[in-house]
């Protein structure tokens, strides 16, 4: 099938699947950019635009362009008008030599720190480093630096690491590997990114590669399928630096086989490595235990939601930001201290929640708090309870008595961590549906009968000392916050 056929195909799908009145606000300035092998570039003429149908539009369209033709496999977004660095055009044409890319799925519009969001698109095989680029892999996004990183009390601590990473200081032995992990939207991706900018620009010439879990997978899959796996193993052998995001998504035996002798091997090289996770590695259970062990031998630093402060000042670098395409853009302080205050789950919802506000003022000049509540109801809640994750628990229950959550879920016994470590594995059985080998498992991959010792003697406890009582409540109610 033609290109040009195929686009035209799913477009009049597209435009079925929404409708013509949102096809028409959304999707009429799409236009198809290059179709290679098994992925489908696309652009349009903003990076609003392009940040809208990331978020709300992509997996649909990749689906429509699937139904029409199996061997797509992914879809990217590209700005017409944009550019990535200092004269190098966002619409860059396709390179005709084998190149490897992973290219950026986080909307291009977010500035902020806290969002962020990497995916994968087509590659083969390395391709040599260009000045102020990764070995190998799609250009990195030059927003995404440790300049625009926000940095508060949630995030001060990784963002300290990373730094020391990327300019290859003799304290970053310590922190090998780095492992950063939170749940979706509070920076990872733009951390590991700025990681990845800054470290190209070192004057020692690090060899940098960033990619995915998801990309990883891919491109070994391809090598192998090609019979080019031994090409790519090479590429990766003499790197001084590894960056992974999205390490939940690494599956399949062969796959982690494949990365755990590449991780074995830079470890044991002293070259860097860093990954980013939803959670922590001792609660990746897919993972080949032998990979899992590797990772946890590093230091593993957790990305809690940003405070009032922080949503704060993300607002207004978003707000600065969007002024420079619009420098008549008025959003009232009132307004953006409501916002901060009232959306505080990530930075990806506030990036939704400064959208809504952009959106509306073009037709809404005179918004008020109170029409702002009702467009933001569906972020700050639908009155439904929140799921309580056993990472929470760990790490309310570890910062309630001073100790660290690495402590929690290791091996020690004293009685300063045995007494915590009982009570987070009793708040876990109480307050989520976990059962008690996986709880087991999520605390350092212990036997269910020593959660089960554990939740009895917190109960007996509770039952003698009124303290501990109050204590668990309360630590109850934070968890449930």
């Known amino acids: 099938m033609k290109h040009g056929v195929l686009f035209e195909r799913v477009s009049a799908r597209l435009k079925a699947q929404v409708g013509p009145d949102v096809y028409a606000s959304w999707f009429a300035r799409l236009k198809l950019h290059s179709v290679s092998k098994s992925v489908v570039r696309l652009t349009v003429p903003t990076t609003f635009l392009k940040s809208w149908i990331n978020n709300r539009y992509l997996e ?12 797509i496999l992914k879809v990217e977004i590209l700005v017409r008008t944009a550019t990535r660095g200092v004269g190098k055009p966002a619409e860059a044409p396709v390179s005709p030599e084998p190149v490897a890319a992973a290219q ?30 990764p070995l190998f892999g799609s250009p990195l996004d030059s927003r995404f630096t440790f300049d625009t990183f926000v940095e508060g009390s949630s995030n001060r601590v990784a963002l300290a690491a990373a730094r020391t990473i990327a300019e290859a200081g003799q304290g970053a032995v310590r922190f090998n590997p780095l492992f950063v992990h939170s749940s979706v939207g509070l920076g990872k991706s733009h951390l590991l990114q700025a990681i990845a900018n800054a470290a ?9 590669v960033y990619l995915t879990a998801e990309y990883f997978m891919w491109r070994f899959a391809t090598a192998i399928r090609d019979n080019d796996a031994l090409t790519l193993k090479d590429s990766l052998r003499n790197i001084d630096l590894l960056i992974i995001d999205d390490m939940q998504f690494l599956q399949g035996k062969m796959i982690q086989h494949e990365f755990c002798h590449l991780l074995n091997m830079l470890l044991d090289s002293a070259k860097q490595v860093v990954v980013a996770a939803d959670r922590a590695p001792w609660e990746l259970e897919s993972l080949d235990p032998r990979v899992r062990s590797r990772l946890q031998g590093g230091v593993a630093i957790e990305l809690d939601a940003p405070d009032y402060e922080m949503r704060l000042e993300i607002l207004k670098r978003r707000l600065t930001a969007a002024r420079v395409e619009d420098p008549s853009l008025e959003i009232p302080a009132e307004l953006l201290n409501h916002v901060a205050r009232n959306i505080t789950a990530s930075g990806r919802e506030l990036e939704g929640a400064f959208n809504q506000l952009l959106f509306r003022r073009s037709f809404e000049p005179n918004l008020t708090v109170e029409r702002v509540d009702e467009l933001l109801a569906h972020l700050v809640g639908s009155g439904e309870p929140r799921r309580v994750r056993i990472e929470d628990i760990q790490r309310i229950v570890a910062r309630h008595y001073n100790v660290s959550r690495q402590e929690l879920v290791s091996n020690r016994r004293t009685r300063v961590i045995v007494k915590p470590r009982q009570i987070a594995m009793y708040l876990s059985k109480t307050l989520t549906p976990r059962s008690f080998p996986e709880i087991g498992r999520r605390f350092g991959g212990r036997d269910h009968t020593t959660v089960l010792h554990a939740v009895r003697k917190i109960e007996e406890l509770i039952a003698g000392d009124t303290k501990l009582s109050h204590e668990i409540e309360l630590l109850k109610r934070l968890i449930n916050e």
């Open 200 to 208: 190209v620009q070192n004057p020692r010439a690090l060899r940098v």
């Open 60 to 71: 649909l369209i990749t689906s429509l362009f699937q139904a029409e033709d199996s061997e």
């Open 104 to 133: 950026t799925r986080r909307p291009a519009a977010q500035h902020a720190g806290q969002i962020a969001q990497q995916a994968v698109s087509s590659a083969a095989a390395a391709r040599p480093a260009t000045a102020g680029q």
